[in-house]
C-alpha cells in the first residue's frame, strides 16, 4: 500500500527539538548537522544550554567555507570546539564509486548503511550543471518502465543524506564548477518522503546554506496529489512522471494512477500553474507499441492543452525484465513531430548516461543489477571507474 507523510505545523523543528532534548546524554549519537536548519540549530545549542549565536557560525564554517573540522572553526572557542563533536557530527553519506560516462554524465553511488545504497547523478550541458538526487532506498511505486521500482521500498532517506549527496558531489567538481540545478528524479518518490526532501530543500536553498535558486530545483512527483501542495509551498519547480495519454494506458504503467487518477493529477497541475504562473514539466517515457504510436500523440497534446505546460519525451531505456522495448527512432520522430504540428511545447531528451546505467528510470541498487547479470564493465566507460577517497570498492 501506498504510504504518504502528513502535514503538521514544522513538524521537522518539533522533531529536532525533540531529538536533541535527549542528545546531552552522553551514549546518544550526535546530530548530524547536515538534517539542520539555522532555526533547528539554534533551538538545538539553546536546549543544550549554548549561545545560539554560535549556530550562525558553525553553518558559515560548514557552507560558507566548506570546513568540517571542528579544530579549524578558529572564532569557536577552545571549550565550545572541545565539546562540540559529541553533539553534533558532520558526516556525510561515503561515496563508494565514481562513474564517467562517454558523453559526460558521472554517476556516484552512496552507502547508507546495512548494505544499501543510493545514486546520484551529475548532467553537464551547456548552460547548467544539473544533479539528480534520490529521496530513498527503491520505491514503492512500482512503476513498471523503472529499474528503481523494481526494488521495493527499503529505506526513506534522511535530510541529512539527500543534502549529503549534494555536498559529496559538489565536493568533488573541478576547479570553477558549480552544480547549478537539482532533480528530484533519482530513486524513490520524493513525495513520499516530505519530510526528509523539503528539509533538505531549504538547506540547500537559503542563504544560511547551500544558497541555491528555488526556481533550479524540481521536484518530480509519479503523482502523489494530496502532497503536491507542498511543491508550490516550497516555491520549487514541479515535474510530473506522466507516461501515459489516458487512465487504461496509465493504471497499467503506473499503479498509483488507480489511487489519483488524471483528472484529480491535472487539477492539482492547474493549481500550481495558478499558485506560481509556472509551468510544469511533463516527463512521458516512450515505450514501444503501449504509449508510441501517434494517436497516443494526439490524445497527450490535447490532455495537455489545458495547462501551462512543456512536454519532456524520453525513449525508454531497457533493462532486464521490464518487458518494454525502446521504440524506433523513426517512430520517436515521428511522435515529436507530431506534437510540435499540434502545438505542443515538447523536447526531445537527449539519453545521457546511457553505458554506466546512469539514464532515466536505469537507476537501483548495484546488486539487483549483478542478479539481472547486467555487466557494466562491458559497457563504453574509458576507462573511468573511479575509487573515491573513502576507499570504497565499485561494487558493479
Ligand atoms: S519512476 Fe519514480 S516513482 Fe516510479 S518507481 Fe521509479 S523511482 Fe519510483
Request: hydrophobic share 35%; charged share 25%; glycine share 6%.
Amino acid at each position: 500500500m501506498l504510504e504518504t507523510t502528513t502535514a503538521v505545523a514544522r513538524p521537522e523543528i518539533n522533531a529536532t527539538i525533540r531529538q536533541t532534548t535527549t542528545q546531552a546524554a552522553p551514549d546518544v549519537p550526535p546530530v548530524n548537522f547536515y538534517s539542520l536548519s539555522m532555526e533547528d540549530l539554534k533551538s538545538y545549542f539553546k536546549s543544550l544550554g549554548k549561545e545560539t549565536f554560535r549556530s550562525q557560525q558553525v553553518f558559515k564554517w560548514v557552507y560558507e567555507q566548506r570546513v568540517t573540522d571542528v579544530e579549524k572553526m578558529s572564532n569557536l572557542s577552545k571549550a565550545f570546539r572541545s565539546e562540540l563533536p559529541k553533539f553534533l557530527s558532520f558526516e556525510l553519506p561515503p561515496v563508494i564509486q565514481h562513474l564517467k560516462s562517454v558523453d559526460g554524465t558521472q554517476k556516484f553511488l552512496f552507502d547508507v548503511g546495512k548494505g544499501m545504497s543510493v545514486e546520484a547523478v551529475l548532467i553537464p550541458s551547456a548552460d547548467r550543471l544539473t544533479l539528480c538526487i534520490s529521496s530513498e532506498v527503491g520505491c514503492n511505486m512500482a512503476c513498471k518502465f523503472c529499474y528503481t521500482g523494481k526494488q521495493k521500498l527499503k529505506r526513506r532517506l534522511t535530510a541529512a543524506e539527500i543534502v549529503g549527496q549534494f555536498m559529496q558531489v559538489s565536493d568533488r567538481l573541478d576547479e570553477g564548477q558549480r552544480i547549478s540545478n537539482i532533480v528530484f528524479m533519482g530513486m524513490g518518490e520524493p513525495l513520499d518522503n516530505c519530510e526528509a526532501v523539503f528539509k533538505s530543500i531549504e538547506v540547500l536553498t537559503n542563504d544560511w546554506g547551500m544558497n541555491l535558486s528555488r526556481k533550479r530545483v524540481t521536484v518530480s512527483t509519479s503523482g502523489v496529489v494530496p502532497e503536491m501542495h507542498r511543491i508550490w509551498k516550497a516555491g520549487v519547480r514541479l515535474a510530473v512522471s506522466l507516461n501515459a495519454s489516458n487512465d487504461e494506458i496509465r493504471d497499467h504503467v503506473m499503479p498509483v494512477n488507480k489511487r489519483w487518477n488524471i483528472e484529480e493529477l491535472f487539477k492539482a497541475c492547474r493549481e500550481y500553474c495558478r499558485e506560481t504562473g509556472d509551468k510544469v514539466t511533463f516527463e512521458y517515457v516512450m515505450l514501444k507499441n503501449v504509449t508510441d504510436r501517434i494517436e497516443h500523440a494526439r490524445e497527450l497534446h490535447k490532455l495537455t492543452r489545458s495547462v501551462p505546460c512543456k512536454i519532456n519525451l524520453i525513449p525508454f531505456n531497457e533493462h532486464p525484465g521490464s518487458g518494454f522495448e525502446r521504440p524506433d527512432d523513426d517512430q520517436v520522430m515521428l511522435f515529436h513531430q507530431e506534437l510540435m504540428d499540434l502545438g505542443s511545447h515538447v523536447l526531445l531528451r537527449r539519453t545521457m548516461g546511457r553505458d554506466i546505467f546512469a539514464a532515466c528510470g536505469q537507476l537501483t541498487d548495484p546488486k539487483l543489477r549483478q542478479d539481472d547479470k547486467m555487466d557494466i564493465s562491458n559497457s563504453n566507460l574509458g576507462g573511468k571507474s573511479v575509487r573515491n577517497s573513502s576507499g570504497g570498492q565499485p561494487r558493479v
